[in-house]
Each structure stands twice: as structure tokens, then as C-alpha cells.
């Protein structure tokens, strides 16, 4: 059995700077942010990572810093929700993606800016254990439904569309462990959250964790208009979640979101990830 670091982030899915952020002496464009990001993988060397509103310019600066700092890392295509692995330590055995429809039945409106609200799958082999797992990121709709109507029951059937496709791959994958995570725009009392505990079948990692639980939210609010502040408000507050199904008992030690000052300035959700053992 080895011991792995699962993580997801949102990565903030901004290219270039703007005034405001000028006007402050500060940059907030993808060539001066990526550095944080890769300062973020050095400080938590995360084995498989989700990644949401990750830009193709952003994705490409990653990979280019990657380079410069000699870390292992690759990168499943998954337009703003890629999928980044230690190639060292895995081997990718299937991928699927989807991108959930825009307009929905029932609602008026769109529900889905920028093709970014989308799940991407991949089925890793750990080469040392030969332990077979589906790892997949999701980011879901973002808007409450006093600004939009239907958008916690369009996120809740997000979520279960995303659990039926992860069914069919643990099935053809001899029902192996599945780690999904993401940007869900949900608190844990949510619709969408609650189905994905109640029938898609899967315990938050939060819940499981036997040595160590992060209690806050792990959000900070930068943006286009300032830098952030973390804001100190608790576990069911936050919007970013590791859900598990069919892992072995007592196999996550420790759930942890990543909370540097630093990180103020290059993105607004905090990283979250989990150190799992099978």
C-alpha cells in the first residue's frame, strides 16, 4: 500500500492584469500567478490533482514552470478542468470527458459559462502497488437561484449525471475505489452534495479523515477587483469537496485545504486534498 496526496484546486481562470490590480502595484495576470500555482505544488507535492477554471494559457505556463523547476508533472487534457499527475508515479488507463449542456430542460437561461462547468475522469494504475482507482475533477454552475431559478436542482442533476458515468467505469474497472473532486459551488447541505451522499453512495473525506480535519472553508474572495482576505467561517460553508465511495476503512489520515498568505493574491479557493493510504 502506498500513501497518496490527492488534491483539487481552482486555479482562478484569469489571463492578464487589469487596472485595478495595477493601480495596487500588483499583477494579476497567468504569467505572475502560475508561479504561485507551482509554488503551491512544491510546498504539497500532490500526486493527482484536479484542477477547475484552468485556462489553456495557464495550462501551458504551468507546464512550461514545470520544466524550469524540474517537477513530474503531466497533464489530461480536460479543457478548464484538466487533470494533473505524477507520470513518475501513474499510469493513466482511461479518461473520458464531458461538458454539461448549457441550456436545461425545465429552466430559462444558460447554465454553463465558458465551457468551463464540465467533469473529466482518469482511471490511474499506482505503478509500485499496481492499486487500480478512478480520480476525476468537476466543477458545477456557480449562481444561486435567486439570480438564476433552478440552479441548485440544474447542479444537482450535474452531480448525477457525473455519478452515473463514474458508475459505469468502476463497474468495467472491477469496482475499484473512486475519488471525486471539485469546485461544486455547493455547501454541504446542498441538493447537489447531499445526492451525491445520499444515492450516488459516496462519504465526504472530511467525515473519514482519522488524524486531521481542516474545519474552515478555505476561500478568499480574490478576484478582478482585489487581492483576498480568508474568510474564517466553518466546514459547511465550503463550496470545494473530495467525495470517496468503495475506499478501504480508515484509509484517509488527513483533509486539509492549504491556506498560505501568499496564495491571497493568485487565486480565490484555497487547495484542497486528502492523504489517502491503499
Known amino acids: 500500500m ?3 496526496r490527492l488534491m483539487t484546486q481552482n486555479q482562478w481562470n484569469c489571463t492578464n492584469n487589469n487596472e485595478v490590480w495595477e493601480a495596487l502595484g500588483l499583477d494579476c ?3 505572475v500567478r502560475m508561479k504561485g500555482h507551482i509554488q503551491i505544488f512544491k510546498d504539497l507535492m500532490p500526486d493527482i490533482v484536479g484542477g477547475q477554471e484552468v485556462n489553456m ?3 501551458m505556463l504551468f507546464k512550461f514552470y514545470c520544466l524550469e523547476e524540474n517537477l513530474p508533472y503531466t497533464i489530461v487534457w480536460g479543457n478548464m478542468t484538466p487533470l ?3 507520470a513518475d508515479k501513474f499510469e493513466l488507463l482511461d479518461t473520458e470527458y464531458i461538458l454539461y449542456p448549457a441550456m436545461v430542460a425545465d429552466f430559462e437561461g444558460k447554465f454553463n459559462d465558458a465551457n468551463s462547468k464540465s467533469l473529466n475522469l482518469g482511471v490511474f494504475r499506482d505503478k509500485q502497488s ?4 478512478i480520480f476525476a475533477t468537476t466543477h458545477l454552475w456557480w449562481m444561486s437561484d435567486e439570480r438564476r431559478p433552478g440552479s441548485s436542482e440544474v447542479r444537482r442533476r ?3 449525471q457525473a455519478t452515473e458515468l463514474l458508475a459505469k467505469y468502476q463497474q468495467k474497472y472491477d469496482n475499484c475505489p473512486i475519488i471525486f473532486v471539485g469546485d461544486m459551488n455547493a455547501r454541504f447541505n446542498s441538493p447537489s452534495i447531499q445526492y451525491a451522499l445520499g444515492e450516488g453512495g459516496y462519504s465526504h473525506a472530511y467525515h473519514l479523515a482519522t488524524d486531521y480535519r481542516f474545519e474552515e472553508r478555505g476561500y478568499n474572495a480574490c478576484g478582478p477587483k482585489a487581492p483576498g482576505t480568508w474568510q474564517h467561517t466553518p466546514f459547511e460553508t465550503a463550496i470545494d469537496h473530495i467525495l470517496v465511495k468503495d475506499i478501504p476503512e480508515g484509509a484517509i489520515s488527513r483533509f486539509d485545504r492549504y491556506c498560505p498568505d501568499y496564495y491571497l493574491t493568485v487565486s480565490d479557493h484555497a487547495p484542497a486534498y486528502i492523504d489517502i493510504t491503499f
Request: hydrophobic share 40%; proline share 0%; glycine share 6%.
Open 2 to 4: 502506498n500513501k497518496l
Open 130 to 133: 499496481g492499486k487500480v482507482f
Open 29 to 31: 495576470s497567468a504569467a
Open 84 to 86: 494533473i499527475y505524477r
Open 57 to 59: 494559457d495557464m495550462q
Open 158 to 160: 450535474q452531480i448525477k
